[in-house]
């Protein structure tokens, strides 16, 4: 096999809570995490010559060795010791920077490709261990679906699949930078925490509304004081019918969650006209 293709799918959190923040700088979350049906579609193939060569259809995307996919690449060459090169082809459709897990994700399919075109043979806890190198979204990208996600994000818990939902997903025209959300965090004055474990609980109910529910995200409390638009784009996905509506990740993606696709349909055409997303999509839940 000298080439393989390969969609890498964004994610959203139903739900996010911080614990605390640890000696290294890093905070302890539990987080619900769930694939979506936006996708960047990756081809890799293995060339003589050595090096990595990464090539976009989106120019703002950093094509050098800092990009997550080259650094994927270039770190499962050197643990295993892989002669050649690899060349990359990006379609990218995910929004960047945007709490979807772009980079992670891309990341994860570099992993799964180098081990199909290398023949390794990798178990998925001897990627995730490589993953957590590269960054703690890349363990949950590896296996993607539904996972409970704990510590730095690298302890995954898979869960059953959430019960079918129609999403509508937007990401507003601004930039938010997930270490400066994190360092901003006041977790001492946090009046609430997210009911994670009742989310779990709803989830292998398959009880859409009881997940709906409790979908919360306490970095909600920086990014929305910063950037009020968030806040603005959630509750009109709530006066359009959706079950909830939350930020992912760090933001500024907003999504609202939906049972009937004709009310979702109508949500996204109306968020469309009203200029709220710079990238609106309806999509749904991905197993």
């Known amino acids: 096999m000298d080439s393989v293709t390969l969609k890498a799918n964004a994610k959203i959190n139903l739900g996010l809570d911080v614990l605390s923040r640890r ?3 890093y905070h302890e979350v539990k987080m619900v995490m769930q694939s979506v049906g936006i996708s960047d579609t990756l081809t890799f193939t293995r060339t003589e010559e050595p090096g990595i060569r990464l090539e976009s ?8 060795g800092s990009n997550l996919i080259s650094r994927a690449l270039s770190l499962i060459q050197a643990t295993y010791g892989l002669e050649g090169g690899i060349s990359v082809s990006l379609q990218k459709r995910i929004p960047i920077a945007a709490g979807m897990a772009g980079g992670s994700t891309d990341a994860a399919a570099a992993i799964h490709a180098a081990d199909r075109l290398y023949h390794l043979g990798l178990s998925l806890e001897e990627k995730q261990a490589l993953g957590v190198k590269l960054g703690a979204d890349v363990p949950y990208c590896l296996m993607g679906g539904t996972a409970l996600s704990e510590g730095i994000g690298e302890i995954l818990t898979a869960l059953p699949p959430a ?14 930078s997930t270490k400066s959300v ?3 965090l006041r977790l ?3 009046e609430r925490h997210p009911d994670i474990d009742g989310m779990v609980e709803s989830i292998r109910r398959g009880d859409l509304k009881g997940i709906a529910q409790r979908m919360e995200n306490v970095l909600e409390t ?5 950037h009020p638009v968030i806040g603005q784009m959630k509750a009109f996905l709530m006066e359009a019918g959706a079950l909830n509506a939350l930020m992912s990740g760090s933001g500024p993606t907003v999504f609202g969650v939906f049972e009937e696709e004709r009310t979702a349909r109508e949500a996204w055409l109306a968020m469309r006209e009203r200029g709220f997303g710079a990238q609106v999509f309806l999509t749904g839940f991905v197993a």
């Open 23 to 25: 000696q290294d700088g």
């Open 182 to 184: 994190y360092e901003n």
């Open 57 to 64: 259809d989106d120019r703002t995307l950093p094509a050098d």
């Open 163 to 176: 019960p079918p939902a129609c999403l509508v997903i937007a990401r507003p025209p601004v930039s938010v």
């Open 188 to 190: 001492r004055e946090l």
């Open 222 to 226: 920086v990014t929305i004081q910063r």
